[in-house]
């Protein structure tokens, strides 16, 4: 069973940064996709950046670009959302999410195609 682990969550101000981190138990890490994805209070998930493997390209929601960087490192079986420039409206239960393969760059935006998901972290952005 692959266990999917966030951390790195917490309160801070707007215009901080914060730095989340995904741990993958899992032995195809590097050739799957990983994700996360964000849910406000009385709001839906949403999509937030998506990975389809280590050399691919990787996408961002357009409320995040410029400003949050998803990174792998394939050695620690982790992944990070560098979240710079932080605003109020960043605040949400942040998600991460893996399959064991690829997938096509159309479905890397669609949370029903991964298949681990963590328990999700708490991020508060509020002067």
């Known amino acids: 069973q692959v266990q999917v682990v966030e951390s790195g969550g917490g309160l801070v101000q707007p215009g901080a940064s914060l730095r989340l981190s995904c741990a993958v138990s899992?032995?195809?890490?590097?050739?799957?996709?990983m994700a996360w994805f964000r849910q406000a209070p009385g709001k839906e998930r949403e999509f937030v950046a998506a990975?389809?493997?280590?050399?691919?390209?990787?996408l961002y929601a357009d409320s995040v670009k410029d400003r949050f960087t998803l990174s792998r490192d394939n050695a620690k079986v982790t992944m990070y959302l560098q979240m710079n420039t932080l605003k109020a409206e960043d605040t949400a239960v942040y998600y991460c999410a893996f399959r064991n393969s690829r997938i096509i760059l159309s479905a890397a935006r669609d949370s029903a195609v991964y298949s681990y998901w963590g328990q999700g972290t708490q991020v508060t952005v509020s002067s």
């Open positions: 899992s032995t195809t890490f590097s050739s799957g996709a």
């Open positions: 990975s389809r493997g280590t050399y691919d390209r990787i």
